[in-house]
């Protein structure tokens, strides 16, 4: 293939001043001459007037070539560009009622850069071809939106730490043995013997702990989850904190305030994104009031029970149950002392009560449900061996993470935020494969 077809090479960059599209919607603009580069998003020529609406990270504006000034050859090649094609285009600002937002530019010079013949996405396409093209798909202003608020969660998340004396860390990702239960763990060959692909960083985090105390990581995780469900990813962000000298109450104090400082930040820096996403901001803004709602794992279920949902004690709540119980209140919530046959082995058993654990979930407003999950450790070197046990699970693999026990324990909690997921209700977006550029479930492989 000719790729001289595809790619003007001939052009060269000058260097010129080039403005960001955004900066262009002000009053302080107009009769102002300017350079922008960017991509097609959208064209139509009328009579011997292009209309050209071009993209860049920030936005998209009209750009307007008149054959009367640019020539005929100009405006008939623009009548089947392709979308897609990249451009630099020179000229006026001016105030236009018709262009959408209400300014645009004038053009006095535009080059192509790169063609962009038969760009496969057209609009109306189904999921799977879209997500077949999910490299192409990413250029829709909307997933622009959605990777900048995820920026902004992700920073948010780092910050609160930070400011609040934590040590950011490195875990691994090769890991030797099952955090979350072997159901849903990834194996690979690694140098001719078994290993896996982390689900959480916890175990690792929880050995350094004794070293600096309070410490966080944002890792991948991988979970090899069996249905394809709207919040399940394969692969996903994973913030995790952990401190020594922490019982739950103090954990869930740190979650609170992470969630609600992500929301805040979110809604002071990427408010017209939330609004063009057609997010409520006032319900989001009700996830500022800290502290959130306490509800015990007993009070779930009779709420459960009273609205008919057909659970019993000593169920696990999924989906379907958190949202039921999520629309019962307008802010997050804790749901606290879990059954320990449902939870994980390193849960610290209440020792008033050791059928439940010290675990605890937030749940996100508006159906969303868990976004958190986490819990004081179990600190005590026999229970934890005989929790093992009683999952099934072999204390052998555990030694190191035994051990922990055994030179200096300390009281100690954590939890692991899934980025996905908070992005996903922030957003208010109805299906956890938005929030991520490339995602990766079970069915099939994606680019
Ligand atoms: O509740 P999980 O399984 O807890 C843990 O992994 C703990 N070891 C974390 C810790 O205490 N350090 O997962 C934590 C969070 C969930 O609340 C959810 O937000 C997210 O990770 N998560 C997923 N997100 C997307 N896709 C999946 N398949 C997820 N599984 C969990
Ligand atoms: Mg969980």
Partial sequence: MDFSLFYRSTWVCKSLEYSRIEELFSEEKVGERVCIRGWIYRRSVVGRKAFIRVRDSSGVIQVVVDASRLGDPLVDELKDIGLEASVVVCGVVRKSERAPGGFEVEADSFSIIGYSRDFPIKGGEGIDYLLDNRHLWIRSPKYSKIFKIKHTVLKAGRE??????????TPPIITASACEGGATLFPIDYFG???????????????????????????????????????????????????????????????????????????????????????DIEKLKKALNTPYPRVKYDEAIEILQKKGVNVEWGDDLGADEERVLTMEFDTPIHLTHFPRNIKSFYMKLDRSRPEVVLGFDVLAPEGYGEIIGGGEREDDYNTLYQRLVEQGLNPDEYKWYLDLRKYGSVPHSGFGLGIERVVMWITGLDHIRETIPFPRFRERAYP
């Fill in 160 to 169: 609160y730490f930070i400011n609040h004396g934590y040590w950011e860390v």
């Fill in 193 to 279: 013997s078994k290993a896996y692909l982390s689900q959480s960083a916890q175990l690792y985090l929880e050995a350094l702990i004794y070293v600096l105390e309070k410490v966080f990581s944002l890792t991948p995780s991988f979970r090899a989850e069996k249905s394809r469900t709207r919040r399940h990813l394969a692969e996903y962000w994973h913030l995790e904190p952990e401190a020594a000298w922490y019982h739950m109450d103090d954990m869930m104090r740190d979650a609170e305030g992470l969630v609600s400082y992500i929301v805040e930040r979110v809604l002071e820096e990427r408010r017209s994104e939330l609004i063009d996403l057609g997010r």
